[in-house]
């Protein structure tokens, strides 16, 4: 069975040591190929949110929940908001890999300088004046008599609401002002030791939604946010529509003007290209629909925000999911999409070799029987010219030595296609042998 299995119609060795180099040498390319690109994206990302019970909180835990369909673990830690997650993101040393920052916290030229991106903007989130009923507010320019919380130094709030007042012409320093964290803040305003408090958060907030519907709690309307917005290009004038809050009680009984800043997802350039495109969809689905001041479809979106868009993040809101990614997996498509530049090289280097690699086969297995030739010659001009007293000597001397060339042939393992060739070389091996018994015989 050994010896059948010899003489095969294909010579797998061969086959291995013809392709061999060239394989090793194309799977080392489409190594380095593969740790150049980084097709796939980190397992885990951090991802910094806001205060607790904030809107940035709960959608924070919604990311999470998105980002854990594709195997990616989402570490949220809580911050004051959207001026500390700014800060973060500018810290070297801060382990965040994303964050919601409100739009007018930075400057483009700021954040080109910083290496950060946006992967879009997500929502409105308004300025949400509430005072106490009694405080009867009317005008900003009151606030001069109130006290009024103005949020956490690392939310967004505080120099949010400085550049209104500013635009009233009302100082600053003439507002009695606190900062306190959001739910503390609450309470304050609940049991009337401040008279007013200032928000800037999507409704989703736990606390926004509480406050709209407590009794002697009121919120501020801003009648000139049109004027707001042209004056500030990063706010937006956005309407809260009577009754959206609870429709059976008519709350609100009318409809309220409010200005709005956008949240964005912000992060750092160096963020994996692939977990951007994650996080677009990610976005999408739980940003896409309609909510109390967008229309289905309007977020998220590659505008409201001064910080650059991600290319990818781009590309992804206007032309919608890649074409793979709608009929195969994620982890597929990004692959294709991602290693598409050395699947087309492998292509272009594949097709030359396909019609390289057989003559290459043939020769390989032929070689075995040619190299044989070279010992056969050998012979032949070893018999030629030999002086008469040395004749007796070296034929018989030759004649050993083919029969030892023979022996070994007859041993060459050689696929079937190819036996034509082995047996004209044992025919060449007899007719030498004849051609040097003949001399011998011709010379006695």
Known sequence: MKKILKFTSFSLRDLFVTIGPLAILIAAACYFAYKLINPFPPSQVVFSTGQDSSAYAEFGKKYAKELSKFGITTILKSSQGSEENLRLLNDEDSDIDIAFVQSGSTQHADAERSGLISIGSLFYEPVWLFYRESAQLKN????????????????????LFNAI???????????????????????????????????????????????????????????????????????????????IVD????????????????????????????????????AVSIHGGAGWFNKKGEFPN??????????????????????????????????????????????????????????????????????????????????????????????????????????????ISIPLSFADELYRLRSHINFVRKRIVWLGESQS
């Open 302 to 411: 590659g505008s409201y925000t001064e910080i650059p868009v991600a290319p990818q993040a781009e590309k992804f809101y206007r032309d919608g999911a890649p074409l793979l990614q709608r009929y195969f997996p994620f982890w597929v498509a990004n692959f294709v999409e991602r290693m598409w530049i050395v699947i087309v090289a492998l292509g272009a280097l594949i097709i030359p070799l396909s019609r390289i690699l057989p003559p290459l086969y043939v020769w390989k297995v032929r070689s075995r029987v040619y190299r044989w030739y070279g010992q056969l010659r050998s012979v032949e001009q070893t018999i030629e010219d030999v002086p008469p007293e040395k004749r007796a000597e070296v034929y018989p001397e030759q004649l050993r030595r083919l029969r030892e060339i023979e022996e070994r042939v007859n041993q």
């Open 165 to 243: 007042l500013e635009a009233n012409d009302i100082d600053i320093t003439r507002v009695k002002t606190s900062k306190l964290a959001d739910t503390p803040a609450t309470v304050e305003l609940l049991a009337g030791r401040i008279d007013a408090l200032v928000f800037s958060s999507a409704p989703d907030g736990l606390l926004i939604q509480m406050l709209l519907r407590t009794p002697g709690v009121k919120l501020f309307d801003f009648s000139q946010a049109e004027a707001y917005s042209r004056r500030f290009p990063y706010l937006s004038h956005v309407v809260l529509p009577r009754g």
């Open 247 to 282: 429709f059976s009680r008519d709350m609100p009984v009318k409809n309220y003007h409010l200005i709005a800043p956008t949240a964005t997802l912000v992060a750092r350039e160096d963020l994996h290209p692939a977990l951007v495109d994650l996080i677009a969809q990610a």
């Open 140 to 159: 900003l320019t009151q606030l001069k008599k109130m006290k009024v919380n103005v949020g956490t130094d690392g939310s967004g709030v505080p120099k």
